[in-house]
């Protein structure tokens, strides 16, 4: 069965520097949920996305930026990098009406900002 | 106060014996309640989901919901070795899902 595809797996970045993070949802989801989680830490909520509009948004900095494209794909965008951007972040779709049924998490990025 | 809280562990149990993780919501309002398994360095997936109040039973895992007590458990029997990861109670609230910071289970071969 078809997953949530991250990419890329590992990005190492400078600071100040910018980074992309793209995620594929699972077919005929609509839904996409963005979390960061740093070392030992929980999962932070981002922001999250449905129907290409943005939903809700959790903890994201204003230097963070995300969208999500019309074939449901959605991008983080992250300017201006900082050490403690470190982290691994998930993206996990879900069907609108199913969200409530739990979330499927991709593999994640590791960002690393040295 | 966080909005989910976890006993953090590490909670250490024998190959073969019970695992008991407890997790409390502030939010009385909240609807749904997960339990997602993570691997170190892995996403965190699914294990068990539960909406009303008593028990739900799915192979070795049991999770217990008393929306009263704002508390959510999950039993884990006859833990295995391959059981040993981090175990993150999540609640919706709104349209978005809260996670606490998970408590890290051993299970001793």
């Known amino acids: 069965a078809a997953g949530v595809i991250q990419s890329p797996r590992h990005l190492i970045k400078e600071k100040r520097e910018t980074a992309t993070l793209k995620c594929y949802p699972i077919?005929?989801?609509?839904?996409v949920y963005w979390y960061q989680q740093g070392p030992g830490q929980d999962p932070q909520f981002l922001i999250s996305f449905y129907e290409k509009m943005q939903s809700d948004k959790g903890s994201i900095p204003d230097r963070f930026s995300a969208q999500q494209f019309s074939d449901y794909h959605s991008e983080l965008n992250m300017s201006s990098l900082e050490l403690g951007d470190s982290a691994l972040y998930f993206c996990?779709?879900?069907?609108?009406?199913?969200?409530?049924?739990?979330?499927?998490f991709g593999s994640g990025t590791r960002l690393t900002v040295v | 106060q966080k909005e989910v809280e976890q006993n953090s562990g590490p909670l250490s149990v024998p190959e073969g014996a019970i695992a008991s993780l407890n997790c409390t919501y502030s939010?009385?309002?909240?609807?749904?309640f997960f339990w997602y398994r993570q691997y170190s360095g892995k996403s965190p997936e699914l294990i068990m989901s539960i909406y009303s109040n008593g028990d739900k039973e799915d192979g070795r895992f049991t999770a217990q919901l008393n929306k009263a007590s704002q508390y959510v458990s999950l039993l884990i029997r006859d833990s295995q070795p391959s059981d040993s990861a981090t175990y993150l109670c999540a609640v919706i609230g709104g349209f978005k899902t809260i996670f606490g910071a998970g408590t890290r289970l051993f299970v001793k071969a």
């Open positions: 077919p005929r989801h609509d839904t």
């Open positions: 996990a779709s879900s069907p609108r009406d199913r969200g409530y049924y739990g979330y499927t």
């Open positions: 939010d009385r309002g909240s609807q749904s």
